[in-house]
Protein backbone atom coordinates (compact mmCIF):
# COMPACT_ATOMS: atom_id res chain seq x y z
CA UNK A 1 0.00 0.00 0.00
CA UNK A 2 1.34 3.43 -0.79
CA UNK A 3 0.26 7.24 -0.73
CA UNK A 4 0.77 9.22 -3.67
CA UNK A 5 -0.37 13.08 -5.55
CA UNK A 6 0.48 14.87 -2.60
CA UNK A 7 -0.72 18.03 -2.17
CA UNK A 8 -0.65 20.93 0.44
CA UNK A 9 -3.97 22.01 2.38
CA UNK A 10 -4.92 25.20 3.72
CA UNK A 11 -2.41 24.61 7.13
CA UNK A 12 0.33 24.06 5.19
CA UNK A 13 0.07 20.16 5.73
CA UNK A 14 0.90 17.35 3.51
CA UNK A 15 -1.91 15.27 2.25
CA UNK A 16 -2.25 12.58 -0.52
CA UNK A 17 -4.48 12.04 -2.94
CA UNK A 18 -4.25 8.57 -3.92
CA UNK A 19 -4.24 5.28 -2.11
CA UNK A 20 -2.55 2.27 -3.83
CA UNK A 21 -2.38 -1.37 -3.86
CA UNK A 22 -1.84 -4.26 -5.51
CA UNK A 23 -5.57 -4.76 -6.01
CA UNK A 24 -7.78 -1.94 -5.87
CA UNK A 25 -6.58 1.82 -6.17
CA UNK A 26 -8.68 5.11 -5.26
CA UNK A 27 -7.67 8.55 -5.99
CA UNK A 28 -9.63 12.08 -5.86
CA UNK A 29 -12.13 12.26 -8.61
CA UNK A 30 -11.95 14.04 -12.28
CA UNK A 31 -14.57 14.72 -14.71
CA UNK A 32 -13.91 11.24 -15.98
CA UNK A 33 -15.65 9.91 -13.44
CA UNK A 34 -19.05 11.50 -13.91
CA UNK A 35 -19.81 8.33 -15.61
CA UNK A 36 -19.07 6.19 -12.69
CA UNK A 37 -21.68 8.60 -10.68
CA UNK A 38 -24.15 8.11 -13.26
CA UNK A 39 -23.94 4.36 -13.79
CA UNK A 40 -24.42 4.44 -9.73
CA UNK A 41 -27.67 6.99 -9.62
CA UNK A 42 -28.76 5.19 -13.17
CA UNK A 43 -29.08 8.09 -15.34
CA UNK A 44 -27.49 9.00 -18.50
CA UNK A 45 -23.93 10.38 -18.33
CA UNK A 46 -24.69 13.50 -20.06
CA UNK A 47 -27.72 14.44 -17.17
CA UNK A 48 -26.66 17.33 -15.27
CA UNK A 49 -27.11 16.09 -11.84
CA UNK A 50 -23.52 13.31 -12.14
CA UNK A 51 -21.52 16.29 -13.43
CA UNK A 52 -23.12 18.46 -9.85
CA UNK A 53 -21.68 15.99 -8.10
CA UNK A 54 -18.24 15.65 -9.20
CA UNK A 55 -17.89 19.47 -9.06
CA UNK A 56 -18.93 19.31 -5.74
CA UNK A 57 -16.57 16.38 -4.69
CA UNK A 58 -13.63 18.83 -6.21
CA UNK A 59 -15.00 22.01 -4.56
CA UNK A 60 -14.20 19.77 -1.30
CA UNK A 61 -11.13 18.84 -2.10
CA UNK A 62 -10.15 22.29 -3.20
CA UNK A 63 -11.18 23.30 0.73
CA UNK A 64 -10.23 20.87 2.65
CA UNK A 65 -7.17 19.34 1.09
CA UNK A 66 -9.22 16.05 0.86
CA UNK A 67 -12.72 14.09 0.01
CA UNK A 68 -14.37 11.39 -2.04
CA UNK A 69 -12.29 8.90 -3.01
CA UNK A 70 -12.95 7.00 -6.62
CA UNK A 71 -12.23 3.30 -5.85
CA UNK A 72 -10.64 1.99 -8.85
CA UNK A 73 -10.50 -2.47 -9.17
CA UNK A 74 -7.84 -4.58 -10.56
CA UNK A 75 -8.37 -3.71 -14.07
CA UNK A 76 -8.51 -0.14 -13.48
CA UNK A 77 -12.23 0.18 -13.90
CA UNK A 78 -14.21 3.43 -11.61
CA UNK A 79 -16.68 0.87 -9.44
CA UNK A 80 -17.36 3.01 -6.62
CA UNK A 81 -16.92 5.91 -3.85
CA UNK A 82 -15.90 6.03 -0.35
CA UNK A 83 -17.01 9.60 0.94
CA UNK A 84 -15.22 11.42 3.03
CA UNK A 85 -17.32 14.55 4.23
CA UNK A 86 -16.20 17.74 6.64
CA UNK A 87 -18.69 18.48 9.44
CA UNK A 88 -18.50 20.71 11.53
CA UNK A 89 -17.52 18.07 14.70
CA UNK A 90 -16.78 14.67 12.45
CA UNK A 91 -15.87 13.39 9.67
CA UNK A 92 -18.84 11.62 7.15
CA UNK A 93 -17.89 8.71 5.71
CA UNK A 94 -20.29 7.08 3.01
CA UNK A 95 -19.42 4.18 0.92
CA UNK A 96 -21.07 3.55 -2.57
CA UNK A 97 -20.05 0.63 -5.71
CA UNK A 98 -21.44 -0.68 -8.57
CA UNK A 99 -23.23 -3.88 -7.00
CA UNK A 100 -21.43 -6.86 -8.80
CA UNK A 101 -21.01 -10.48 -7.07
CA UNK A 102 -17.29 -9.38 -5.39
CA UNK A 103 -18.55 -5.76 -4.49
CA UNK A 104 -19.15 -6.22 -0.88
CA UNK A 105 -15.60 -7.68 -1.11
CA UNK A 106 -14.46 -4.69 -2.91
CA UNK A 107 -16.04 -2.22 -0.57
CA UNK A 108 -14.24 -3.59 2.68
CA UNK A 109 -11.09 -3.59 1.07
CA UNK A 110 -11.60 -0.26 0.03
CA UNK A 111 -13.16 1.36 3.73
CA UNK A 112 -10.21 -0.39 5.40
CA UNK A 113 -7.75 1.51 3.43
CA UNK A 114 -9.85 5.02 3.55
CA UNK A 115 -9.99 4.80 7.38
CA UNK A 116 -6.39 4.11 8.38
CA UNK A 117 -5.62 7.06 5.48
CA UNK A 118 -8.50 9.09 7.44
CA UNK A 119 -6.51 8.08 10.87
CA UNK A 120 -2.89 9.04 9.01
CA UNK A 121 -3.60 12.32 6.97
CA UNK A 122 -6.81 13.73 7.89
CA UNK A 123 -7.85 16.73 10.84
CA UNK A 124 -8.30 15.01 14.33
CA UNK A 125 -11.90 14.66 14.27
CA UNK A 126 -14.26 11.16 14.67
CA UNK A 127 -15.04 9.51 11.89
CA UNK A 128 -18.51 8.12 11.60
CA UNK A 129 -20.67 6.63 9.41
CA UNK A 130 -24.63 6.60 9.89
CA UNK A 131 -26.45 3.00 8.49
CA UNK A 132 -30.57 1.91 8.67
CA UNK A 133 -30.70 -0.29 11.81
CA UNK A 134 -31.47 -2.88 9.55
CA UNK A 135 -28.22 -3.00 7.31
CA UNK A 136 -26.63 -5.82 8.25
CA UNK A 137 -24.32 -5.97 5.35
CA UNK A 138 -22.85 -2.30 5.64
CA UNK A 139 -22.65 -3.01 9.75
CA UNK A 140 -20.38 -6.16 9.02
CA UNK A 141 -18.32 -4.02 6.04
CA UNK A 142 -17.79 -1.15 9.05
CA UNK A 143 -16.83 -3.46 11.77
CA UNK A 144 -14.76 -5.22 9.70
CA UNK A 145 -12.81 -2.01 9.36
CA UNK A 146 -12.74 -1.33 12.95
CA UNK A 147 -15.81 0.75 13.69
CA UNK A 148 -18.08 0.36 16.33
CA UNK A 149 -21.95 0.98 17.06
CA UNK A 150 -22.01 4.35 19.37
CA UNK A 151 -25.62 3.81 20.67
CA UNK A 152 -25.35 7.67 22.25
CA UNK A 153 -25.07 9.00 18.42
CA UNK A 154 -28.44 7.08 17.44
CA UNK A 155 -31.13 9.61 15.77
CA UNK A 156 -33.92 9.71 13.63
CA UNK A 157 -34.45 11.75 10.73
CA UNK A 158 -37.06 12.72 8.24
CA UNK A 159 -35.59 9.84 6.00
CA UNK A 160 -35.45 7.37 9.22
CA UNK A 161 -34.12 6.12 11.89
CA UNK A 162 -30.58 6.07 11.99
CA UNK A 163 -27.91 3.90 13.94
CA UNK A 164 -23.92 5.83 14.20
CA UNK A 165 -20.60 3.75 13.59
CA UNK A 166 -17.16 5.39 14.56
CA UNK A 167 -13.88 4.67 13.84
CA UNK A 168 -11.12 4.37 17.05
CA UNK A 169 -9.44 7.15 17.65
CA UNK A 170 -5.57 7.61 18.23
CA UNK A 171 -4.09 9.50 21.11
CA UNK A 172 -0.49 10.31 21.54
CA UNK A 173 0.27 10.63 25.38
CA UNK A 174 3.35 12.36 26.93
CA UNK A 175 2.13 10.84 29.99
CA UNK A 176 0.87 7.06 31.21
CA UNK A 177 -2.04 8.09 33.44
CA UNK A 178 -2.34 4.90 35.64
CA UNK A 179 -5.91 3.91 34.61
CA UNK A 180 -4.24 3.47 30.48
CA UNK A 181 -1.09 1.38 32.56
CA UNK A 182 -3.19 -1.18 34.01
CA UNK A 183 -4.86 -2.19 30.41
CA UNK A 184 -1.49 -1.56 28.70
CA UNK A 185 -0.18 -3.90 31.14
CA UNK A 186 -3.25 -6.61 30.71
CA UNK A 187 -2.77 -6.26 26.96
CA UNK A 188 0.74 -7.36 26.66
CA UNK A 189 0.36 -10.54 29.07
CA UNK A 190 -2.29 -11.77 27.15
CA UNK A 191 -0.83 -10.29 23.65
CA UNK A 192 2.21 -12.35 24.91
CA UNK A 193 0.06 -15.70 26.28
CA UNK A 194 -1.19 -15.46 22.32
CA UNK A 195 2.02 -15.89 21.22
CA UNK A 196 2.95 -12.44 19.94
CA UNK A 197 6.47 -11.22 19.63
CA UNK A 198 6.85 -8.05 21.96
CA UNK A 199 9.63 -9.09 23.98
CA UNK A 200 7.83 -12.47 26.35
CA UNK A 201 6.78 -15.59 25.90
CA UNK A 202 3.76 -17.04 26.99
CA UNK A 203 3.25 -17.04 30.45
CA UNK A 204 5.09 -13.60 31.05
CA UNK A 205 3.74 -12.75 34.59
CA UNK A 206 2.46 -8.78 34.94
CA UNK A 207 5.37 -8.17 37.21
CA UNK A 208 7.59 -8.90 34.65
CA UNK A 209 6.29 -7.01 32.27
CA UNK A 210 5.65 -3.94 34.36
CA UNK A 211 9.06 -2.46 34.50
CA UNK A 212 9.67 -2.96 30.96
CA UNK A 213 6.43 -0.81 30.42
CA UNK A 214 7.37 1.91 33.03
CA UNK A 215 10.80 1.91 31.34
CA UNK A 216 8.56 3.33 28.52
CA UNK A 217 6.49 5.32 30.88
CA UNK A 218 9.49 7.14 31.97
CA UNK A 219 11.42 7.70 28.60
CA UNK A 220 7.34 9.30 27.48
CA UNK A 221 7.11 11.51 30.59
CA UNK A 222 10.86 12.44 29.39
CA UNK A 223 9.74 13.37 25.60
CA UNK A 224 12.11 10.56 24.21
CA UNK A 225 9.09 8.29 23.73
CA UNK A 226 5.88 8.84 22.53
CA UNK A 227 2.79 6.05 23.72
CA UNK A 228 1.13 6.22 20.72
CA UNK A 229 -2.78 4.07 21.50
CA UNK A 230 -5.50 3.45 19.84
CA UNK A 231 -8.82 3.31 21.28
CA UNK A 232 -12.46 2.65 21.05
CA UNK A 233 -15.31 5.30 20.71
CA UNK A 234 -16.47 3.58 23.49
CA UNK A 235 -13.25 4.03 25.99
CA UNK A 236 -11.73 0.30 25.55
CA UNK A 237 -7.71 0.13 24.69
CA UNK A 238 -7.27 -1.62 20.97
CA UNK A 239 -3.94 -1.26 20.54
CA UNK A 240 -0.67 0.59 20.81
CA UNK A 241 2.87 1.15 20.38
CA UNK A 242 6.07 3.29 20.72
CA UNK A 243 7.94 5.57 18.77
CA UNK A 244 10.88 5.98 20.09
CA UNK A 245 12.76 8.78 19.13
CA UNK A 246 16.95 8.78 18.09
CA UNK A 247 19.25 11.32 20.83
CA UNK A 248 21.82 10.74 18.24
CA UNK A 249 23.45 14.24 16.65
CA UNK A 250 23.57 12.96 13.27
CA UNK A 251 20.32 10.15 13.60
CA UNK A 252 17.84 12.79 15.41
CA UNK A 253 15.94 12.31 11.62
CA UNK A 254 15.25 8.67 12.63
CA UNK A 255 13.08 6.89 15.13
CA UNK A 256 12.22 3.14 16.07
CA UNK A 257 8.94 1.75 16.52
CA UNK A 258 8.32 -0.84 19.25
CA UNK A 259 6.18 -3.14 21.24
CA UNK A 260 3.80 -2.78 18.55
CA UNK A 261 0.39 -4.65 19.16
CA UNK A 262 -3.58 -4.69 19.35
CA UNK A 263 -6.23 -6.85 21.02
CA UNK A 264 -5.87 -10.39 20.67
CA UNK A 265 -8.81 -10.84 21.03
CA UNK A 266 -10.23 -8.34 18.16
CA UNK A 267 -7.33 -9.06 15.90
CA UNK A 268 -8.06 -9.43 12.27
CA UNK A 269 -10.31 -5.98 12.29
CA UNK A 270 -8.06 -3.65 10.86
CA UNK A 271 -6.97 -2.45 14.55
CA UNK A 272 -3.40 -3.16 13.09
CA UNK A 273 -3.44 -0.75 10.03
CA UNK A 274 -5.15 1.85 11.93
CA UNK A 275 -2.54 1.79 14.59
CA UNK A 276 0.44 1.69 11.83
CA UNK A 277 -1.50 4.95 10.38
CA UNK A 278 -1.54 6.47 13.73
CA UNK A 279 2.05 5.79 14.46
CA UNK A 280 3.37 6.74 11.25
CA UNK A 281 1.58 9.87 11.90
CA UNK A 282 2.90 10.40 15.45
CA UNK A 283 6.03 10.03 13.81
CA UNK A 284 5.46 12.98 11.38
CA UNK A 285 4.13 15.10 13.63
CA UNK A 286 7.48 14.90 15.61
CA UNK A 287 9.41 15.02 12.49
CA UNK A 288 11.00 11.86 11.77
CA UNK A 289 12.10 11.04 8.21
CA UNK A 290 13.42 7.24 8.82
CA UNK A 291 11.76 4.09 10.76
CA UNK A 292 13.12 1.76 11.79
CA UNK A 293 11.77 -1.86 13.50
CA UNK A 294 12.63 -5.43 14.17
CA UNK A 295 10.86 -8.63 14.24
CA UNK A 296 11.09 -11.94 15.32
CA UNK A 297 11.86 -14.32 12.51
CA UNK A 298 9.39 -17.22 11.96
CA UNK A 299 5.81 -14.83 12.86
CA UNK A 300 5.23 -13.61 9.33
CA UNK A 301 5.56 -10.26 10.62
CA UNK A 302 7.56 -9.41 7.80
CA UNK A 303 4.50 -9.51 5.53
CA UNK A 304 2.21 -7.71 7.74
CA UNK A 305 5.11 -4.34 7.88
CA UNK A 306 5.87 -4.52 3.87
CA UNK A 307 1.91 -4.31 3.69
CA UNK A 308 3.06 -0.26 4.87
CA UNK A 309 5.78 0.26 3.17
CA UNK A 310 8.69 -1.74 5.37
CA UNK A 311 11.69 -3.23 3.68
CA UNK A 312 14.21 -5.50 5.36
CA UNK A 313 17.32 -4.29 5.81
CA UNK A 314 19.61 -6.11 7.93
CA UNK A 315 18.98 -9.73 10.02
CA UNK A 316 20.88 -11.07 12.38
CA UNK A 317 20.70 -14.98 12.21
CA UNK A 318 19.42 -16.86 15.83
CA UNK A 319 19.79 -13.62 17.62
CA UNK A 320 16.37 -14.79 19.81
CA UNK A 321 16.31 -17.58 21.50
CA UNK A 322 12.67 -18.56 22.42
CA UNK A 323 13.39 -22.13 23.34
CA UNK A 324 16.58 -23.97 24.39
CA UNK A 325 16.42 -25.25 21.02
CA UNK A 326 14.20 -22.74 19.01
CA UNK A 327 16.88 -19.66 18.24
CA UNK A 328 14.98 -17.21 15.67
CA UNK A 329 16.19 -14.35 13.46
CA UNK A 330 16.39 -10.77 14.74
CA UNK A 331 15.00 -8.96 10.92
CA UNK A 332 15.38 -5.70 10.88
CA UNK A 333 12.78 -3.10 8.48
CA UNK A 334 12.59 0.54 7.61
CA UNK A 335 11.22 2.91 5.36
CA UNK A 336 11.27 6.57 5.12
CA UNK A 337 8.10 8.50 6.29
C1 LIG B 1 0.86 -7.58 14.26
C2 LIG B 1 -0.45 -7.05 14.79
C3 LIG B 1 -0.23 -5.71 15.48
C4 LIG B 1 -1.45 -6.89 13.62
O1 LIG B 1 -2.68 -6.42 14.16
P1 LIG B 1 -4.13 -6.93 13.61
O2 LIG B 1 -5.11 -6.26 14.51
O3 LIG B 1 -4.14 -8.40 13.51
O4 LIG B 1 -4.06 -6.30 12.17
P2 LIG B 1 -5.17 -5.98 11.07
O5 LIG B 1 -6.47 -6.62 11.36
O6 LIG B 1 -5.15 -4.53 10.85
O7 LIG B 1 -4.50 -6.66 9.83
C5 LIG B 1 -3.97 -5.91 8.79
C6 LIG B 1 -3.60 -6.85 7.67
O8 LIG B 1 -2.37 -7.50 8.00
C7 LIG B 1 -2.55 -8.91 7.99
N1 LIG B 1 -1.79 -9.46 9.11
C8 LIG B 1 -2.05 -9.27 10.42
N2 LIG B 1 -1.15 -9.93 11.16
C9 LIG B 1 -0.31 -10.54 10.30
C10 LIG B 1 0.83 -11.38 10.45
N3 LIG B 1 1.30 -11.73 11.65
N4 LIG B 1 1.44 -11.81 9.34
C11 LIG B 1 0.98 -11.49 8.11
N5 LIG B 1 -0.09 -10.71 7.89
C12 LIG B 1 -0.72 -10.24 8.98
C13 LIG B 1 -4.04 -9.14 8.14
O9 LIG B 1 -4.42 -10.35 7.57
C14 LIG B 1 -4.64 -7.95 7.43
O10 LIG B 1 -4.72 -8.17 6.07
P3 LIG B 1 -6.05 -7.78 5.22
O11 LIG B 1 -6.24 -6.28 5.39
O12 LIG B 1 -5.71 -8.16 3.82
O13 LIG B 1 -7.14 -8.59 5.81
C15 LIG B 1 -1.10 -8.05 15.77
O14 LIG B 1 -1.26 -9.30 15.13
C16 LIG B 1 -0.35 -8.25 17.07
O15 LIG B 1 -0.55 -7.52 18.05
N6 LIG B 1 0.50 -9.30 17.14
C17 LIG B 1 1.16 -9.66 18.39
C18 LIG B 1 2.22 -8.70 18.80
C19 LIG B 1 3.37 -8.69 17.83
O16 LIG B 1 3.92 -9.73 17.50
N7 LIG B 1 3.72 -7.49 17.39
C20 LIG B 1 4.79 -7.27 16.47
C21 LIG B 1 5.98 -6.72 17.18
S1 LIG B 1 7.33 -6.51 16.05
Do not use: K
Amino acid sequence: MSYSQFTTDEHGHSLPRAITTDTITMHAPAVADISLVAELMGVPAEAERPAEIIATWQEHWDEHGYGTLVIRDVEGDAVGFVGLRAHAQFIRLTLRTVETAGSRALEARALRLATAYAIEWLPDLPVRMRIAPEDAATRSTLESAGMVHVTDLDHTTDEGDWQVLELPYVRVAQRIPSRAREAMLAMWVEVNDAGGAVGFLPGASAQEVAPVLDGYATRTEAGETACVSLNSPVGDLLGFGFVVGSTGQLTRHGATFERIMTDPARRGTNHGALLMAGLHRAARERDVELVTLDYRGGTGLGEFYTRYGYAEVGRVPGALRVAADDDRDGVIMARSL
